[in-house]
């Protein structure tokens, strides 16, 4: 299988890329990358190209990995090959239009691809095959885990949920820390405690993987300082907070997909 990533000097590009490279879904010979300003040291085996249309005819399966608002003037001849777009907001009938094929998926990996750690969903435009499914498959599983979802409005609530997802825990953990400076302790300190406790709870949730409101009435069965301080946060707003965020993402992805 011949590997083309239309954007590939970016970040999602080079994640998906490595992770493919990684895994053995791809030789390094059999993946073309194509890049806008400058041609990066990554990747040295690979075919490199400015020429996107050079890339796709070289290509069996050609994923889309520029910027929304760089892709109204990408206007790339698949040919009926099958084009996988990562981007936010792009429909499926827009993309099968713009490079004239009937084989499109819209996925959207997130930043954890990098470390083949990412939650990919996806979903077919209607000329998608059971085969062209099982590539979709291979690809996305070499970067961690990934679903087929039935509508473009779940990729839509998706790119607010999971697609930006690995920002949230972040958040949390800014938060944390300039609490925790705020009490004195050392920057370093409080930075080893916050990301270690990050990684250890996530590594937690993908060791038992229980529902999380089993694992937060374990908390508050305790009793004790964890019950404490959910009970605090509840009551402060954390669960509005989350909702509205993430009405705010989704509300933004279906906007970027009407100005396309
Ligand atoms: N990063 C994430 O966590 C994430 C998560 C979910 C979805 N996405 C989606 O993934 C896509 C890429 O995001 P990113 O974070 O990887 O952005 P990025 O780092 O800016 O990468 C985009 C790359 O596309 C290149 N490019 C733009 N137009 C091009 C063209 N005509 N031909 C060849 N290359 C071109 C850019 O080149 P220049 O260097 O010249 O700008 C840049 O290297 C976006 O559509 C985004 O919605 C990203």
Redesign the pocket.
């Known amino acids: 299988m011949r590997i083309g990533v ?10 998906i890329a490595g992770a493919l490279l990684d895994t053995g879904v791809v030789e390094p010979r059999n993946l073309s990358f ?5 041609r ?1 040291d990554r990747f040295p085996d690979a075919f490199w190209t ?1 020429d ?1 249309q050079t890339l796709a005819d070289r290509s069996d399966v050609i994923i ?5 608002a ?2 109204p ?2 206007t790339v001849d698949a040919g009926g090959k099958l084009v996988i ?6 429909r499926l009938a827009s993309l099968c239009e713009q490079h004239k094929t009937t084989r499109v998926v819209r996925a ?6 990098e470390v083949c750690k ?1 939650y990919t969903p996806w979903t077919a435009s209607a000329g998608v095959s059971e085969a062209d499914r099982a590539v979709v498959q291979a690809i996305f599983d070499a970067c961690g885990v990934q679903d087929e979802v039935r509508t473009e409005r779940e990729i839509d609530y998706l ?1 607010g949920l999971s ?2 997802g ?1 920002a949230f825990p972040a958040l949390l953990a800014q938060a944390m820390m300039a609490d925790a400076i705020a009490h004195g302790l050392d920057r370093p300190v409080a930075q080893r405690a916050v990301n270690t406790l990050i990684v250890g709870a996530g590594r937690l949730l993908e060791q038992r993987d229980d529902c999380p409101a089993e694992t937060v009435q374990t908390f508050l069965d305790y009793r004790g300082t964890t019950a404490a301080a959910i009970q605090e946060m509840a009551t402060a707003g954390f669960g509005t907070a989350v909702v509205r965020g993430l009405a705010a993402a989704f509300q933004k992805s279906v906007r ?1 997909g009407d100005t396309s």
């Open positions: 239309i954007g590939g000097a970016g970040w999602l590009g080079s994640a194509s890049y806008r300003s400058k990066p400015s996107n889309l990995s520029v910027r929304p760089d892709w003037d990408l777009s990562v981007m936010a907001g792009i959207l990996p997130n930043a954890a691809a990412s790119t697609g930006s690995p970027m």
